[in-house]
């Protein structure tokens, strides 16, 4: 071979084996030697071959290195965390596994927070935490490689600075940095300017383009915006009197894509200027006061405004002179109108006055001298008696009273109530004085109700009243069955008991009066042998009886007399024999008290 292919020389004579050349793990890692072996001992020589294969171990003698010293990578700020931001591709020109295997490291440039990850195997860096360009614009990176020699002391490295640049999205709506309130005279000219509005935008460029505009407040043309500069000026001459604020919906848009805007209200306040005379709130006052009052009385409180603002707008009142304007005076800074003498309504009724404040306005003032509360009211009546049926609904009007009072105002506007025990039955509207029950209605319970109505007037200082009579009737309706006194009864008859003999009598009572509660009997089936007496009760035999050991029952029937007739009904046992268990009181003796005055049917 040539003489730059051979790396190796033999010793003919030892057989030892010399490099001849630098070995190169990269050019050639392996080598297959042929040795001839001649052996002069013999003759003729013999020769021998021999093949001998040689690996080369590499050594760490190359750095990893890429291929730009410097790079610029541009990344959006509103990428999710974990985007891929760029590959780092080192090289290095080792042969072995370890010697060429690159690791890849991260250092930042400047101080702060690192926001991006870098895969030590790949050279993949990636975003560790959501990217801000308003915070952090461009970062400074020192990307490493190093090889991974198994000897730490052998491994080379190569590095290169990366700088991350933050590229703007739109995500910043302006913000207003201008006041939201501001000054102007109401005597300014047209033109005059009257604020600045000011909004900031962190974004770059476009994004960052503010431009203004009012979106409401400024309906009537007051005012005109510069959209780019935001200066806001007069647009008409401004009168605080007719209107002294303006309350300005002002947007700041942005220039991006989609475009961000941000409102502010800006509130002008139009100041005084002392252009307005005073007015009263009324040209004519009307009131009135009550005779035989103190001196000191409170009158009246007359006001008048000043559209102006400040101390423009103060006023001071006084009473010009006129008849009986002696008798009063007024408080020179509240208006109030007090009466210096008591007033005679009898002498005079009506006084008329004039007052004026500290400038040229002025107002009539007519004022009425009032009675005094002194009349009672008074009913149509000093008694009234009514009568109702029991079956009336709750809530059902009774009766209407009515009281009429000659007073005016409170003095004779009437209210009404009731005193004395209603037992719950009724109730007066306090406004109508109309009288309805509260309650159902029971004559059996209560027949009568008596109690008083009270008329009373409204006046704040010694209200006077009248009281009448009220007796309320309860008619009956029929509301209550008849009632035996005995169900049911037993009689004995005997055999021998004659034609036209009573042998039984029934009782019923029915509480409710007249027809409603007249009982008359009846038998409820036809019968031959007895008969029924209709108003007494009494059952008569009517046929001799047919054995000594006659038995039969009876059912009789007590009916009111009312227009709807209520009934009830009771069982008769008549027999001949004789019972065979005795029947007999439970005592001997009874006693009972009765209160005297008792009601009939009292039980």
Do not use: W
Request: one cysteine or more; charged letters at 25%; a negative charge.
């Amino acid at each position: 071979k040539d003489d730059d292919d051979v790396h190796f020389e033999i010793d003919s004579l030892t057989g030892d084996l010399f490099l001849s050349k630098e070995l190169d793990y990269e050019t050639a890692s392996h080598f297959l030697l042929q040795v001839l072996i001649k052996d002069y001992n013999n003759n003729p020589p013999q020769n021998n071959t021999i093949l001998l294969s040689i690996d080369v171990e590499d050594q760490n003698d190359h750095s990893p290195y890429f291929q730009d010293d410097f790079v610029v990578i541009g990344i959006e700020e509103n990428v999710p965390v974990g985007t891929l931001v760029y590959t780092f591709n080192a090289k290095d020109g080792d042969g072995s596994f370890l010697n060429s295997k690159v690791q890849y490291s991260l250092e930042m440039g400047n101080m702060g927070e690192n926001p991006f990850l870098l895969h030590p195997s790949y050279g993949t860096l990636t975003t560790a935490f959501p990217l801000d360009r308003e915070i952090t614009r461009s970062v400074i990176l020192t990307v490493s490689a190093a090889d991974q020699a198994i000897n730490l002391t052998d491994r080379r490295l190569d590095s290169l600075a990366a700088k991350i640049v933050i590229l703007d999205i739109n995500d910043n709506s302006p913000n207003f940095t201008s006041s939201p309130l501001s000054y102007v005279m109401e005597d300014v000219e047209v033109g005059f300017l009257v604020h600045r509005i000011i909004a900031k935008d962190p974004d770059e460029g476009r994004n960052g383009q503010v431009t203004y505009h009012i979106l409401s407040g400024n309906e009537n043309k007051a005012f005109v915006l510069d959209k780019i500069t935001g200066l806001l000026t007069t647009a008409q001459l401004l009168d605080r009197e007719i209107q002294e604020r303006y309350s300005l919906t002002v947007m700041a848009l942005d220039d991006g894509s989609p475009a961000l805007s941000t409102t502010q209200v800006l509130t002008i306040i139009v100041l005084d200027v002392n252009d307005e005379t005073p007015k009263f709130l009324k040209q004519l006052y009307e009131t009135a006061v009550r005779e035989n009052q103190d001196p000191g009385e409170f009158v009246i409180k007359v006001e008048a405004v000043d559209r102006d603002a400040g101390l423009n707008s103060l006023l001071r009142y006084e009473i010009l002179p006129g008849t009986g304007y002696e008798k009063f005076k007024i408080n020179s800074d509240s208006g109030e109108l007090l009466t210096t003498a008591s007033l005679d309504r009898e002498t005079q009724e009506v006084f008329s006055i004039k007052g004026s404040p500290s400038r040229s306005s002025t107002a009539q003032l007519t004022l009425t001298v009032l009675d005094e509360n002194d009349h009672n009211p008074l009913f149509a009546k000093t008694q009234y008696q009514i009568s109702v049926t029991e079956d009336l609904e709750e809530g059902s009007a009774v009766l209407d009273l009515f009281a009429s009072d000659k007073d005016d105002g409170l003095n004779g506007e009437v209210t009404y109530s009731l005193i004395d025990d209603t037992f719950g039955a009724f109730a007066i509207d306090s406004v109508t004085g109309s009288i309805v029950t509260t309650k159902a209605l029971d004559r059996e319970t209560k027949s009568q109700y008596t109690f008083r109505a009270v008329a009373s007037d409204c006046s704040t200082h010694l209200p006077r009243s009248t009281t009448v009579s009220v007796v309320v009737h309860i008619d009956d309706v029929n509301d209550n069955d008849p009632v035996f006194l005995q169900n049911p009864i037993r009689a004995f008859v005997p055999a021998e008991t004659h034609v036209n003999e009573t042998v039984a009598t029934v009782r019923a009572e029915d509480v409710d009066l007249g027809s409603n509660g007249a009982v008359v009997f009846s038998l409820m089936t036809v019968e031959t042998v007895f008969q029924i007496d209709t108003k007494t009760g009494d059952i008569i035999l009517q046929e001799p009886l047919a054995s000594k050991d006659f038995s039969t029952q009876l059912l009789v029937t007590a009916s009111d007399q009312g227009i709807s007739r209520r009934t009830a009904t009771a069982m008769v046992i008549i027999f001949t024999e004789e019972q065979e268990e005795e029947i007999l009181f439970s005592h001997s003796l009874y006693e009972a008290s009765v209160p005297e005055n008792s009601a009939a049917g009292g039980h």
